[in-house]
Every structure is written in structure tokens, then in C-alpha cells.
């Protein structure tokens, strides 16, 4: 009789164990999961360039630019009055020479077309272009003046679109792009809309400060 008894004993004690057992392998089996999905992160999504473009980092900004161009960079002292500071050039120029796009940071700019003769590296007569050019435009989420120049090289008339923004941030900062505005045969360089559509609003699209 006892032994009868032990056994009901041992029996019920290993069903409540089993019980146990299947009751714990279900609630690890429907957690792992969700604590597999916390664990791993969602991958971040990289910016890139636009095909056929590059990324250049320069001083407090980023801006992509069109492959095969001529890249330059110079600093100077120089910057805002008052304010030490150096000013730091940026050329993007086409393989025609002259088709391209200029940024100054920390620059000391004090008239509209100021900084035309040093930045194309001559001395040309400018004179107020497009009057129907906006003069305000945004640029990587800032406000920037702008202004648009014809200025003569070698007898054919050279537009200039240049933007220009200041903050106590980043100081004076000049953007400043052209091309000549009509060419015979579009051997020797492409025109300025064209210029402006294939190259300068990408380039302005992607400019931004950091």
C-alpha cells in the first residue's frame, strides 16, 4: 500500500515537472525572437553623390562637384573687418578653364562682383546682368543674396551668378559660378543656362554647412 502511494507520489510530481518545463521552453521560444529584433539595429542610410559627381569637405561646408573637373584651394589672411579670420578659396573649374564654380569662406567682400577679378584671375569690366534674377535664393537651408554680372573676356560676353551669405556661425561666405553666355559651335565651352542645368544647380543643390 505504501509503496502504492510513493508511486502516485513520484508520477504526479513528475507531471507537474514536465508541466513546468514545456511551459517555460514556450514562453523562450515566442521571446527570443522579439529580443533578436531589439538587438539589431535598423542599418542607417548613407547620403550619396549625385551619379557622376564627387564630394569635396572643405572648411565648415561639403558640396559635391562634376568628375574630371580641375579642383583648387588656397588660404589667405584675410576675413571679415574686424574679425581674424582666414579666408580659405575654393575653385571647381571644366576643362575649357573658365566654366566653373568659386566658394570663399570668411571672405571680405564689400561690393556685389568684388571678388570677380581675383577669382578668375584677371581684371574685366562687369556690369548688372539678368535684373530679373531673385535677389535672394536658399542654399543649404540659409538665405544667400544674389546677384547676377556680364563681364567681358576676350570680346565674349562672360555671365556671373554670385551668392553671397553672413552669419556670426560661419562668417561671409561668396559663392560665385559662370560661363560664357552664348557660344558659336559649343566646341569651346558650354553656355551659361546649359552650365547652370547641367552643373551649378547640382553643385548648389548639394552645398551644405557643418
Not at 538587438?39 to 569637405?57: D, E, I, N, R
Amino acid at each position: 500500500m505504501k509503496s502504492s502511494i510513493a508511486r502516485r507520489i513520484v508520477f504526479i510530481f513528475a507531471i507537474i515537472l514536465l508541466t513546468a518545463f514545456f511551459s517555460a521552453c514556450g514562453r523562450s521560444s515566442s521571446s527570443t525572437p522579439a529580443q533578436a529584433t531589439a538587438a539589431t539595429p535598423s542599418p542607417t542610410p548613407t547620403p550619396a553623390s549625385t551619379k557622376g559627381f564627387q564630394h569635396l569637405t572643405g572648411a565648415n561646408f561639403g558640396i559635391d562637384y562634376p568628375v574630371g573637373w580641375q579642383t583648387s584651394h588656397k588660404s589667405q589672411a584675410g576675413g571679415m573687418s574686424g574679425r581674424p579670420a582666414t579666408e580659405d578659396i575654393y575653385g571647381f573649374v571644366a576643362s575649357d578653364n573658365i566654366t566653373g564654380l568659386h566658394i570663399v569662406r570668411n571672405g571680405d567682400e564689400q561690393a556685389v562682383g568684388g571678388m570677380v577679378n581675383e577669382l578668375l584671375d584677371g581684371q574685366f569690366s562687369c556690369s548688372p546682368g539678368d535684373r530679373s534674377v531673385p535677389s535672394q535664393v536658399r542654399v543649404g537651408g540659409v538665405t544667400w543674396s544674389q546677384a547676377d554680372l556680364v563681364c567681358m573676356i576676350s570680346g565674349f560676353d562672360y555671365e556671373v551668378r554670385e551668392l553671397v551669405t553672413s552669419s556670426t556661425k560661419y562668417g561671409q561666405t561668396v559663392i560665385m559660378y559662370g560661363a560664357f553666355q552664348q557660344v558659336d559651335n559649343g566646341a569651346m565651352a558650354p553656355d551659361f543656362a546649359h552650365a547652370s542645368d547641367t552643373y551649378f544647380q547640382p553643385m548648389l543643390a548639394s552645398f551644405q554647412f557643418h
